[in-house]
């Protein structure tokens, strides 16, 4: 039996109009809900998560639109894959090799859960990008969240999410296709409605969402006492 954890779906869930209006508040940086705002978030910036091609892009979407803002959450840690051989860390080396407007990037380290949630519920887009390896619980978390998603067009992904669909997913090294959709996404409110809508039916109506996956898993321990 393969069962999923579980995405806690009443705690990571969109904000109401109202509350979202107010902006986003949390240690060290307060934006205003009008401004577009992109977000990536990872436990650490390394390549496994696509790190070097999600700063290019980034750093030509904001050398494309004047307006928009990026946060990164995430630790200088190297969780999975190897460190630089010169001892940088790959965030640094991203922001010594591309453009990024001192004005608009803003960076937190890791967050608690209760200011993590806030990023995901204040986020125009989202990024996630992955090679072939273990799917982020993060995007799972985004999807429950009900975030417009950007994201790499790796078997991972392409296992939970339809192209199009639940997401607009974009060749893992193809930086540029990444920008110019962002960018299309920045521009158009009904489409970010409607894949922020579709991302979050994907969790609530599935096998990922926690209150089904208790049921299976408590079912799964009542037939192996059956069997006992």
């Not at 904000?15 to 508040?25: A, C, P, S, T, V």
């Not at 992955?130 to 067009?153: D, H, K």
């Amino acid at each position: 039996d393969i069962i999923f954890d579980g995405i806690d779906t009443q705690l990571f869930k969109p904000l109401d109009e109202i509350k979202r209006k107010q902006g986003l508040k949390i240690p060290g940086i307060e934006l205003p809900a009008d401004i577009p705002l992109v977000t990536y978030t990872t436990r650490g910036f390394e390549t496994y998560r696509g790190w070097p091609q999600v700063a290019e892009g980034l750093s030509l979407l904001m050398q494309r639109n004047p307006q928009v803002h990026i946060l990164l959450v995430g630790s200088d840690e190297v969780a999975y894959g190897s460190k630089r051989a010169d001892g940088m860390s790959w965030r640094q080396w991203a922001f010594e090799n591309f453009f990024f407007d001192p004005n608009r990037i803003h960076f937190s380290p890791p967050l608690q859960y209760n200011h993590y949630l806030k990023v995901l519920q204040h986020s125009w887009i989202h990024v996630y990008w992955t090679i072939p390896f273990i799917l982020s619980w993060g995007l799972m978390e985004a999807l429950s969240t009900g975030c417009s998603i950007v994201a790499s067009n790796t078997e991972p992904v392409q296992e939970i999410i339809k192209p199009g669909q639940e997401a607009i997913l974009v060749d893992f090294f193809d930086p540029d296709g990444m920008a110019s959709r962002i960018d299309e996404l920045i521009q158009d409110t009904e489409h970010r409605r409607t894949l922020s809508m579709n991302a979050r039916n994907k969790i609530l109506h599935s096998q990922y969402d926690l209150e089904n996956t208790l049921k299976k898993q408590l079912r799964l321990i009542d037939e192996i006492l059956l069997k006992a």
